[in-house]
């Protein structure tokens, strides 16, 4: 019995040269029970795809096909956790308009008792109490959680999860990813699960489709598609997700010292938040060295009192030899380590001044400073950076909003490398790209070490990220570092519970060392 | 239910409006002393001119002019504190006598202009906000744009020149005919400068509104209630209006200056016996009592309102009263 039969799906956005060709002849069917995972780059036609099932395509889009049949109703699950509920209205609430649409004829005590058994089925612990609650008061997971209890509200038989884990950490993502696969089996519900991982296919589908382009170039069942790929697309995916090896570097000199490092915000008159409590760790020249914990654990305020954007309020932080925490000192050495310490963050869209061409972008940094650049022109400079990110001269006179996520990256990595800087520190930055980018991104931090000889930072809390790329890890929770090591050592032989895990939890589990 | 936190809450809302008052009561007596022109103007008006230096100097005496300033200022906030606001010397009357008539004439313009701008606006915003992109909302945006260019008074001559002097339909001034004064004729006065006030301010508001209730349908939650089989105009009745609220009032209540403003110009071109003529009038003639007393007036309405618009988009939100509350808010 089939839930989704698709057969040569068309949809455009927009109209004349605003065209776009989202879905370009898919075809796809769906078995009910059965788990189904969609995967493919950004930009692949996935989401709108699974829009196009639940009839949700936005306002301009046209589709046509020779078959579009579902069978069953469907519910949907997005991928931002914090903008899929309303803010203004209660959970409980919110759950049992969502009832009441399926069953209209349920009193309000009948509506209210259904809210909190839904809340009971994601996995709500205390859920009476909590139905009395605004979504501001949940997590990410937690939302997450009310967001499937929306989608339960309509009994669907069909569930559309459009990358409803991207958005979350690697355990919460585990949860939920359980949950979800929990709750279909239980229900025999059918699940679609579009997502730019395949790892996370590797963990709960039956079958797997993979988009290209607008199309679905293959589709088998899990371990045929993983194990002996047909396309050469799915091959460069799936080694997307690999982890291979790489030879230690030889670190040379300390070049930054922080010892017993502490932050503490004010929240209120009475309350306080100790971000990062105590925080101590060398990092020599040439070091890769990786922060990862949850959200909320202080890597990010660890990382900008590094940088002397947040006041050192206890401990100190000496960068090659200059003792950053100390007020005068920072003051003389200004110039210096702003040009040394260079920054790279998550949202390359917000990064990038949208109004400004690329090669002002690069070069900005240069200008500020005052420096004359060895090439001859500011141009010249742009273009030799965009190259040694991998980037041709044509892309110097774009705006950002002309490049994919993974080139504004590299933009943002070319703006960093004009200052050659000794330090470079690395804010999640590859967590909102797609697999494939993820990889060319990090090989090209790992080729800039090997050249340029520069340390990095890097914060994230995509755990497979920092395996691939750093040669020590530091492992934070609750603002204290519970563990360091090499790289291979935390990950094959971790020591502290939490650290355990974590890497448990990471999609794929560690299979894909072998 | 009433406790600590609220108590505070309102205690400081009422300090910030007693400050604020206390500052424009400044701000006002100050500037009036500032120009150029001598205040016993205010008391003798033209005669001052004919008057001996000796003269001067004993009026001077009597009124307390030569005292401080500061001494001067106490004097005038006592006498508003027990309701005397001196006389204005162009009516020979008490100040509070000579407004409370045209009161009533520019609240009911400026009042039934907010009340239909916002109506409008309401209207307006969310039928486009359903049509975005579509020609119903690209035609209305584009008149929208050309309405709110338009200038007020060029729009009120335009409208007597054809309502009242080629098809005689409404009065060209006044608020009320000689002798009469039922409310239909009220009415019948109100309506060109009503339309004026409304179609200059209109647009602006219609556009904002518009384009705060598109931001909201951006949010998933459309989305995923568009899933669950809400139709649009549900979506955006039970929650994108909702949302917008608190935005809405702040805006609303910043708008009320702007709104009264543009109900002065009005009045001028239509002769309307309200404030805002008498304002105008009150600067010419240089009759302070009345100037300082309309300022005070108009600047403690829009204070007033201001935090009045203030409280209602900060308590409006539910998060806020269940914090209040007292209840668990980290689960």
Same mark, same amino acid.
Request: aromatic fraction near 6%; proline fraction near 3%.
């Given at each position: 019995m089939k839930a989704i039969t698709v057969r040569n799906l068309k949809v455009n956005i927009g109209t004349g040269g605003m065209l776009t060709e989202a879905v370009r002849g898919a075809d796809l069917t769906l078995e009910r029970g059965e788990i189904l995972v969609l995967a493919g780059e950004s930009g692949s036609g996935k989401t709108i795809f699974c829009k196009s099932i639940a009839g949700l395509l936005p306002r301009g889009a046209s589709a046509s096909a020779d078959e579009l049949t579902v069978c069953g109703r469907t519910a949907i699950v997005l991928q931002d956790p914090l903008t899929s509920l309303d803010p203004t209205l209660t959970i409980g609430r919110q759950l049992a308009e969502a009832a009441s649409i399926h069953n209209p004829k349920l009193t309000a005590k009948e509506l209210e008792a259904r809210a909190v058994e839904l809340l009971a089925a994601v996995g709500i612990e205390r859920a009476e109490e909590r139905a009395a609650l605004y979504p501001d008061n949940f997590s990410g997971g937690m939302r997450q959680r009310v967001v499937i209890a929306m989608a339960l509200a309509g009994e669907p038989d069909i569930l559309l999860a459009d990358e409803p884990t991207t958005a979350l950490d690697v355990t919460v993502q585990d949860e939920i990813l359980k949950l979800l696969t929990g709750i279909c089996r239980s229900r025999g519900m059918s699940l679609l699960f579009v997502t730019h991982d395949l790892s996370v296919a590797e963990t709960i589908a039956d079958r797997i489709a993979v988009m290209h382009e607008g199309k679905i170039i293959e589709c088998g069942t899990a371990s045929e598609v993983l194990t002996s790929p047909k396309e050469e697309y799915t091959r460069r995916l799936i080694s997307a997700t690999r982890i291979d090896k790489h030879e230690a570097f030889e670190p040379g000199d300390v070049i930054l010292d922080v010892r017993g490092l502490s932050h503490t915000f004010r929240l209120s008159r009475r309350e306080r938040l100790t971000a990062v409590k105590n925080v101590s760790f060398e990092l020599r020249k040439g070091e890769i060295l990786g922060i990862v914990g949850e959200s909320g654990s202080g890597k990010s305020t660890l990382l900008r009192c590094l940088l002397n954007l947040y006041e050192i309020q206890d401990g100190s932080v000496i960068y090659k030899g200059i003792h950053t925490e100390d007020k005068d000192e920072h003051r003389a050495n200004r110039r210096l380590l702003q040009a040394d310490r260079q920054i790279i963050l998550q949202d390359s869209a917000a990064a990038l001044n949208p109004r400004m061409m690329v090669q002002d972008i690069i070069t900005e940094p240069l200008k500020l400073q005052g420096r004359m650049t060895p090439r001859g022109s500011y141009r010249k400079e742009a273009i030799f950076q965009l190259s040694y990110v991998g980037m041709s001269s044509e892309y110097a006179e774009r705006y950002p909003k002309a490049l994919s996520g993974g080139q504004r990256q590299r933009v943002a990595i070319a703006r960093a490398l004009t200052m050659d800087p000794g330090l470079l520190l690395c804010d999640e930055a590859v967590s909102s790209l797609d697999m494939q980018v993820q990889r060319q991104v990090i090989e090209l931090l790992r080729h800039m070490r090997d050249e340029h000889g520069c340390s990095i930072i890097f914060v994230t809390h995509d755990l497979r990220a920092a395996r691939m790329l750093c040669d020590r890890i530091a492992v934070m929770k609750a603002g204290e570092i519970v563990e360091t090591g090499s790289s291979e050592d935390v990950f094959e032989r971790p020591e502290s519970e939490y650290t355990k895990k974590l890497i448990s939890a990471m999609p794929g589990g560690s299979s894909n060392d072998q | 239910m009433i406790n600590n936190k609220r108590i505070r809450y309102y205690a400081g809302k009422t300090a910030i409006l007693v400050l604020s008052i206390f500052a424009l009561s400044v701000m006002v007596f100050a500037i009036s002393r500032l120009t150029p022109m001598d205040p016993l103007y205010s008391y003798y008006g033209?005669?001052? !001119?004919?008057?001996?230096?000796? !003269?001067? !100097?004993?009026?001077? !005496?009597?009124?307390?002019? *030569?005292?401080?300033?500061?001494?001067?200022?106490?004097?005038?906030?006592?006498g508003a504190l027990t309701g005397d606001l001196g006389i204005s010397y162009k009516y020979k009357r008490p100040v509070t006598e000579v407004t409370s008539g045209?009161?009533? *004439?520019? @609240?009911?313009?400026?009042? @039934?202009?907010?009340v239909l701008i916002f109506a409008l606006a309401l209207a307006i915003g969310m039928f486009c906000a359903r049509k975005e992109g579509r020609p119903a909302d690209r035609i209305i945006c584009r008149m929208g744009t050309f309405s709110s260019c338009v200038p007020e008074f060029w729009l009120a001559l335009l409208l007597i020149f054809l309502f009242s002097v080629t098809w005689h339909i409404f009065p060209s001034s006044n608020a009320y005919s000689a002798g009469g004064g039922s409310l239909f004729d009220r009415l019948h006065h109100l309506v060109l400068p009503l339309i004026v006030v409304v179609v200059s301010h209109l647009w602006y508001y219609a556009y904002m509104i518009r384009n705060m209730l598109l931001e909201e349908t951006r949010a998933d939650y459309v989305i995923l209630y568009k899933s669950l089989g809400l139709t649009d105009r549900e979506i955006m009745r039970r929650h994108c209006l909702r949302n917008i609220m608190p935005e809405l009032i702040s805006v609303m209540a910043i708008s009320v200056s702007h709104i009264l403003g543009g109900t002065y110009i009005v009045e001028m071109v239509f002769s309307y016996p309200g404030i805002g003529t008498l304002c105008y009038e009150s600067a010419r003639y240089s009759d302070y009592n009345l100037l300082m007393y309309l300022c005070m007036l108009t600047g403690g309405i829009v204070i007033l309102l201001n935090i009045a618009g203030q409280i209602i988009s900060e308590r409006i939100d539910p998060r806020v009263r269940a914090e209040e509350a007292g209840k668990e808010v980290r689960p």
């Amino acid at each position: 019995m089939k839930a989704i039969t698709v057969r040569n799906l068309k949809v455009n956005i927009g109209t004349g040269g605003m065209l776009t060709e989202a879905v370009r002849g898919a075809d796809l069917t769906l078995e009910r029970g059965e788990i189904l995972v969609l995967a493919g780059e950004s930009g692949s036609g996935k989401t709108i795809f699974c829009k196009s099932i639940a009839g949700l395509l936005p306002r301009g889009a046209s589709a046509s096909a020779d078959e579009l049949t579902v069978c069953g109703r469907t519910a949907i699950v997005l991928q931002d956790p914090l903008t899929s509920l309303d803010p203004t209205l209660t959970i409980g609430r919110q759950l049992a308009e969502a009832a009441s649409i399926h069953n209209p004829k349920l009193t309000a005590k009948e509506l209210e008792a259904r809210a909190v058994e839904l809340l009971a089925a994601v996995g709500i612990e205390r859920a009476e109490e909590r139905a009395a609650l605004y979504p501001d008061n949940f997590s990410g997971g937690m939302r997450q959680r009310v967001v499937i209890a929306m989608a339960l509200a309509g009994e669907p038989d069909i569930l559309l999860a459009d990358e409803p884990t991207t958005a979350l950490d690697v355990t919460v993502q585990d949860e939920i990813l359980k949950l979800l696969t929990g709750i279909c089996r239980s229900r025999g519900m059918s699940l679609l699960f579009v997502t730019h991982d395949l790892s996370v296919a590797e963990t709960i589908a039956d079958r797997i489709a993979v988009m290209h382009e607008g199309k679905i170039i293959e589709c088998g069942t899990a371990s045929e598609v993983l194990t002996s790929p047909k396309e050469e697309y799915t091959r460069r995916l799936i080694s997307a997700t690999r982890i291979d090896k790489h030879e230690a570097f030889e670190p040379g000199d300390v070049i930054l010292d922080v010892r017993g490092l502490s932050h503490t915000f004010r929240l209120s008159r009475r309350e306080r938040l100790t971000a990062v409590k105590n925080v101590s760790f060398e990092l020599r020249k040439g070091e890769i060295l990786g922060i990862v914990g949850e959200s909320g654990s202080g890597k990010s305020t660890l990382l900008r009192c590094l940088l002397n954007l947040y006041e050192i309020q206890d401990g100190s932080v000496i960068y090659k030899g200059i003792h950053t925490e100390d007020k005068d000192e920072h003051r003389a050495n200004r110039r210096l380590l702003q040009a040394d310490r260079q920054i790279i963050l998550q949202d390359s869209a917000a990064a990038l001044n949208p109004r400004m061409m690329v090669q002002d972008i690069i070069t900005e940094p240069l200008k500020l400073q005052g420096r004359m650049t060895p090439r001859g022109s500011y141009r010249k400079e742009a273009i030799f950076q965009l190259s040694y990110v991998g980037m041709s001269s044509e892309y110097a006179e774009r705006y950002p909003k002309a490049l994919s996520g993974g080139q504004r990256q590299r933009v943002a990595i070319a703006r960093a490398l004009t200052m050659d800087p000794g330090l470079l520190l690395c804010d999640e930055a590859v967590s909102s790209l797609d697999m494939q980018v993820q990889r060319q991104v990090i090989e090209l931090l790992r080729h800039m070490r090997d050249e340029h000889g520069c340390s990095i930072i890097f914060v994230t809390h995509d755990l497979r990220a920092a395996r691939m790329l750093c040669d020590r890890i530091a492992v934070m929770k609750a603002g204290e570092i519970v563990e360091t090591g090499s790289s291979e050592d935390v990950f094959e032989r971790p020591e502290s519970e939490y650290t355990k895990k974590l890497i448990s939890a990471m999609p794929g589990g560690s299979s894909n060392d072998q | 239910m009433i406790n600590n936190k609220r108590i505070r809450y309102y205690a400081g809302k009422t300090a910030i409006l007693v400050l604020s008052i206390f500052a424009l009561s400044v701000m006002v007596f100050a500037i009036s002393r500032l120009t150029p022109m001598d205040p016993l103007y205010s008391y003798y008006g033209d005669r001052t !001119e004919k008057m001996t230096v000796q !003269e001067k !100097e004993e009026a001077r !005496e009597k009124l307390g002019l *030569n005292d401080s300033i500061a001494v001067q200022y106490v004097r005038w906030i006592e006498g508003a504190l027990t309701g005397d606001l001196g006389i204005s010397y162009k009516y020979k009357r008490p100040v509070t006598e000579v407004t409370s008539g045209r009161l009533v *004439n520019t @609240l009911a313009l400026g009042g @039934l202009g907010f009340v239909l701008i916002f109506a409008l606006a309401l209207a307006i915003g969310m039928f486009c906000a359903r049509k975005e992109g579509r020609p119903a909302d690209r035609i209305i945006c584009r008149m929208g744009t050309f309405s709110s260019c338009v200038p007020e008074f060029w729009l009120a001559l335009l409208l007597i020149f054809l309502f009242s002097v080629t098809w005689h339909i409404f009065p060209s001034s006044n608020a009320y005919s000689a002798g009469g004064g039922s409310l239909f004729d009220r009415l019948h006065h109100l309506v060109l400068p009503l339309i004026v006030v409304v179609v200059s301010h209109l647009w602006y508001y219609a556009y904002m509104i518009r384009n705060m209730l598109l931001e909201e349908t951006r949010a998933d939650y459309v989305i995923l209630y568009k899933s669950l089989g809400l139709t649009d105009r549900e979506i955006m009745r039970r929650h994108c209006l909702r949302n917008i609220m608190p935005e809405l009032i702040s805006v609303m209540a910043i708008s009320v200056s702007h709104i009264l403003g543009g109900t002065y110009i009005v009045e001028m071109v239509f002769s309307y016996p309200g404030i805002g003529t008498l304002c105008y009038e009150s600067a010419r003639y240089s009759d302070y009592n009345l100037l300082m007393y309309l300022c005070m007036l108009t600047g403690g309405i829009v204070i007033l309102l201001n935090i009045a618009g203030q409280i209602i988009s900060e308590r409006i939100d539910p998060r806020v009263r269940a914090e209040e509350a007292g209840k668990e808010v980290r689960p």
